[in-house]
């Protein structure tokens, strides 16, 4: 079961549909939100909650493709599942390539369609963790100097301590406390520690990077 802050947003045009969603959602733990229209959906849309997108691929006006790429645009990373009544291949194969959840065709199989839910919230989960991870990170790396930060990038391109200290135009004891010091900030224990967290948040690996000490 997955955790009571999941929140799962099913978008169809039919009413019964959307009824037997919510009843189906709760009973198995999830809040549900269902709107009757994209549109109405757009409108009350939240990026920063945890869940997923049931959505209706055929519908009056906005439809699910057209959804899909409104949240694209948004920066949305809610996992999206598709719901259609005709099995289109070629519209399957163009919504899972955009990143879609799953594809499932009606009438819903009830088991299948949780399963793809539970799946389409722990995805959200886990984005929201990167996401948070990363931002952690950057915080970090912004307390660094710019001398730290011009040693960190002399280490991420694999020069040792004298290498680096002969880079930048310094003694090798300064190179020594300058890494110390940017290890101390980024919270890293280990060089391969503090390699893994430059690359996550797309660390500059180029030494020559303009970036005077302070």
Not at 58 to 80: E, N, R, S, T, W
Not at 104 to 121: W, Y
Not at 175 to 193: D, E, F, G, N, P
């Amino acid at each position: 079961m997955s955790a009571p802050s999941a929140t799962v947003f099913a978008v169809d045009d039919d009413t019964s549909v959307l009824k037997g969603l919510s009843r189906l959602l709760r009973s198995a733990g999830f809040k549900a939100e269902v709107f009757a229209s994209a549109q109405a959906f757009l409108d009350a849309y939240r990026p920063d909650v945890t869940g997923c997108v049931i959505l209706d691929l055929a519908m009056p006006g906005l439809d699910g493709m057209q959804v899909q790429q409104c949240l694209i645009d948004k920066g949305g990373a809610l996992p999206i599942i598709f719901l259609t009544g005709h099995g289109d291949v070629p519209a399957c194969a163009r919504a899972m390539k955009q990143g879609a959840a799953d594809f499932l065709t009606k009438p819903i199989d009830d088991e299948r369609l949780l399963a793809a839910v539970e799946q389409a919230t722990e995805r959200c989960r886990m984005a929201q963790q990167e996401r948070l991870e990363v931002a952690t990170i950057g915080e970090r790396l912004g307390t660094l100097t710019r001398r730290e930060r011009q040693v960190l990038r002399h280490l991420l391109s694999g020069k040792l301590n004298k290498q680096i200290a002969a880079a930048i135009g310094t003694v090798e004891k300064t190179v020594k406390v300058h890494r110390a010091r940017l290890m101390h900030k980024m919270q890293a224990s280990t060089l391969a520690a503090l390699v893994r967290m430059a690359d996550r948040a797309g660390v500059s690996t180029d030494p020559d990077e303009s970036d005077s000490p302070d």
